[in-house]
């Protein structure tokens, strides 16, 4: 199963590499590929650059997406073209897993209405805000609904994560 991680500019390290650690446990069955809107190289403030490919190209390859968080959220979630992206991209793959306010970019599309979530607790009145009819659990610290695995931050994120592959791979691998 392909493993997509969006990345934008500002993104949370730990929102995009635990996840990624956990998937490359079994990088024969879970290959990871990075992609921005644009394209190229995209760094965050703690000075971490990767190279992404351009999310339009990918459409067709993304079984499972990971959207992570970060600062750049605030940002990117009145990106239009983005969320428009994360939309088409959301609607057909198989998984959708969301880390801290990475959840705020999903919610913006509208398919987490009438579904239950949950996202950062320090910036979780913010993530609402943007998602006003999703069914936000504040004391969670990931919830799965259907295909969409959200969780809180950082490291709520792996043990998302490591959720997800118990129910793949077997609680022994997880």
Same mark, same amino acid.
């Given at each position: !199963?392909? &493993?997509?991680?969006?990345?934008?500019?500002?993104?949370? *390290? @730990?929102?995009?590499?635990? +996840?990624?650690?956990?998937?490359?446990?079994?990088?024969? #069955?879970?290959?990871?590929?990075?992609? #921005?809107?644009?394209? $190229?190289?995209?760094?965050?403030?703690? $000075?971490?650059? /990767? +190279?992404?490919?351009? @999310?339009?190209?990918? @459409?067709?390859?993304?079984?499972?997406?990971?959207? +992570? $968080?970060?600062?750049? *959220?605030?940002?990117?979630?009145?990106?239009?073209?983005?969320?428009?992206?994360?939309? =088409?991209?959301?609607?057909?793959? =198989?998984?959708?897993? /969301?880390?801290?306010?990475? *959840? #705020?970019? @999903?919610?913006?599309?509208?398919?987490?209405? %009438?579904?239950?979530?949950? /996202?950062?607790?320090?910036?979780?009145?913010? &993530? !609402?805000? &943007?998602?006003?009819?999703?069914?936000?659990?504040?004391?969670?610290?990931?919830?799965?609904? $259907?295909?969409?695995? *959200?969780?809180?931050?950082?490291?709520?994120?792996?043990? !998302? /994560?490591? %959720?997800?592959?118990?129910?793949?791979?077997?609680?022994?691998?997880?």
């Amino acid at each position: !199963m392909n &493993v997509t991680v969006l990345l934008f500019d500002d993104f949370e *390290t @730990l929102d995009v590499f635990g +996840p990624v650690e956990l998937f490359g446990r079994r990088k024969d #069955s879970y290959p990871i590929k990075f992609v #921005s809107l644009n394209g $190229g190289l995209v760094s965050n403030n703690h $000075g971490v650059s /990767t +190279p992404t490919l351009k @999310l339009a190209d990918c @459409l067709n390859d993304i079984e499972l997406f990971l959207i +992570p $968080g970060g600062y750049g *959220t605030r940002k990117e979630v009145n990106n239009d073209a983005l969320i428009a992206l994360i939309r =088409q991209i959301a609607s057909s793959c =198989q998984y959708v897993l /969301t880390v801290c306010t990475g *959840t #705020s970019l @999903l919610a913006k599309t509208g398919l987490l209405d %009438g579904k239950h979530a949950t /996202t950062n607790k320090i910036a979780f009145k913010w &993530v !609402m805000s &943007v998602g006003e009819k999703v069914h936000w659990n504040e004391k969670a610290r990931w919830v799965k609904d $259907g295909k969409y695995y *959200t969780s809180s931050g950082v490291t709520a994120g792996m043990d !998302m /994560t490591l %959720g997800f592959l118990a129910e793949r791979e077997g609680i022994e691998f997880a």
